[in-house]
């Protein structure tokens, strides 16, 4: 097989890349015709897509292809799971230069389809066009399965805000990268690959939750979307907030503080749903605040001085 | 409101830009959420994507922002006809230079609404990012109301080849407007908006088509891709195929061969198909070839000699 992309041309670079990707049960038709055709068995399809570019959103130098492939995956499968759905499929598309090892596109795919597979999405269709830079496109498909779907509008006052999932630890692993260094393991690995709360969406669904948000701007900045989309207050209990001892670590050594890396760091691709106070919530989340008429996100009752959230378009 | 995108912000951009998106009766939600949700009214969903990149794509000094909405639209929009399906939504990931323009990022907006209410198609959802370059990603969903999907595999010895929407245009546009000229304003404008036949996709697809693909690639190259899926070989009457008076032109002009734009040339987005031969084709399909065992594609019996179909690696 040539070495770099360039010399194995579009088709015959498709042809690398899709060919050992498994086809799961929702998948009618598969890679390799104008379309694909998915199931969406209760006559909706829940949709969302993202774009990463190198050097903005992943580098080649800090992650490996298979760690951009599970990335750019799993924050779509998030968006999908944000919603109380269950990922079907995904499609790709993929910009790559010319002088891109074919290893390093085959990764990637790979990335992406054992993500997938977590879940039992499948990786059903793409592009592949040449780019001066690395350019990864995902779009995610998911099935509500008769329910409905979990908006960020439905908040109301006296629910509880409960998170599932890890917040911080990709924010701890980019600024141990960021300043050059490749450990601790743990917190680099949260930048690498997101860890997805897989079933927690359909989970809080099914309980009755009101509102639900992907953590991907950083907590504070996902909750002001809930609470602007349903027009109420939301004030974040601090000391209900895990901060992991690995968290604390790395802060303390790099003189951060772990506990605005919780409220704003993103990119972990977390849960935060709202539930009527009557519902339990399971294990896996923990109720970290409530919902009030107003309107805003505070902390402790007090607006939140740190940086609220992280615009992609900043640094 | 800021002149460029870099001041306005990711989520000032995001607001500008889907502030007068249309929402059609197949949105169940439309922008605004983690997800959309979009109709599938039979169960099932068609699902394609595209990346453009700039300067390999488009180019901004050639085509302007409501242009390049319309192509990056258009040719997704057409590899949902091309499997027999109608187009419902649209997901758009956009990345974008801190300097370009917001009106820029607005018109091409507004560009890929326009063509997908063509079709009665919504912008639902999208991703916006900074990037050295503008990137466009397109992935169009689509419902096939109960037909079975066309794909490229089904042509049969004894089927006859029809074609709908123009072929060699784009590449005559092209050829024009990369010596520096800016008319004829017929192939221009064909480079910069492709013409789908819309809606000759789903007409095929109830007449029986056995197979069909969208002419992006060029029509030898597409052909290429349907005799391969389907086992078959493909004639194309040479004498069949409508070489119009413009491109005659424009070739005579510049010294080219107007055929060859018509057989090779890529980006025009007609539709090819293959129908039983009992089938008495529509007006606006062309009969241009057949069917028989074996395999490739000939023009008038013979190996064509010109270049077969564009890879979007060369040049």
Same mark, same amino acid.
């Given at each position: 097989m040539p070495d770099s992309v360039g010399e194995l041309g579009e088709f015959g670079l498709i042809g690398a890349v899709t060919a050992r990707l498994p086809q799961g049960p929702d998948v009618l038709l598969g890679p390799g015709d104008d379309s694909a055709v998915v199931a969406a068995p209760d006559g909706r399809v829940v949709v969302t897509t993202d774009l990463l570019v190198e050097n903005r959103h992943f580098r080649r130098d800090w992650s490996d292809a298979a760690d951009v492939g599970h990335k750019a995956a799993a924050q779509n499968l998030s968006d999908i799971e944000a919603m109380g759905a269950r990922p079907t499929s995904l499609v790709v598309g993929l910009g790559v230069p010319a002088d891109l090892p074919v290893d390093w596109a085959v990764g990637l795919m790979a990335g992406l389809g054992e993500e997938a597979s977590l879940v039992? !999405? /499948? =990786?059903v269709g793409g592009d592949v066009v040449r780019s001066p830079l690395v350019v990864v496109s995902v779009t995610a498909l998911g099935s509500l399965d008769g329910v409905p779907p979990v908006t960020r509008s439905g908040a109301r006052p006296g629910d509880v805000v409960a998170v599932c999932g890890r917040l911080g630890w990709a924010e701890a692993g980019y600024q141990v990268l960021s300043r050059g260094f490749r450990t601790p393991r743990a917190v680099v690995e949260a930048h690498r690959r997101p860890a997805v709360p897989y079933g927690a969406g359909r989970e809080a669904a099914e309980l009755g939750a009101t509102a639900m948000c992907d953590v991907s701007d950083g907590l504070l900045g996902d909750l002001g979307h809930v609470a602007s989309a349903s027009g109420v207050s939301v004030d974040v209990d !601090? !000391? /209900?907030?895990v901060v992991a001892p690995q968290l604390r670590e790395v802060a303390s050594a790099l003189g951060a503080d772990p506990l605005a890396w919780v409220l704003t760091g993103g990119d972990d691709n977390a849960l935060v749903a709202c539930f009527p106070v009557d519902v339990e919530v399971p294990?896996?989340?923990? =109720?970290?605040g409530s919902v009030s008429a107003g309107s805003g996100v505070t902390v402790d009752g007090s607006a939140y001085d740190g940086a609220a959230g992280h615009d992609h378009f900043a640094g």
């Open positions: 039992g !999405a /499948s =990786v !601090a !000391a /209900s907030l294990e896996r989340w923990t =109720v970290i």
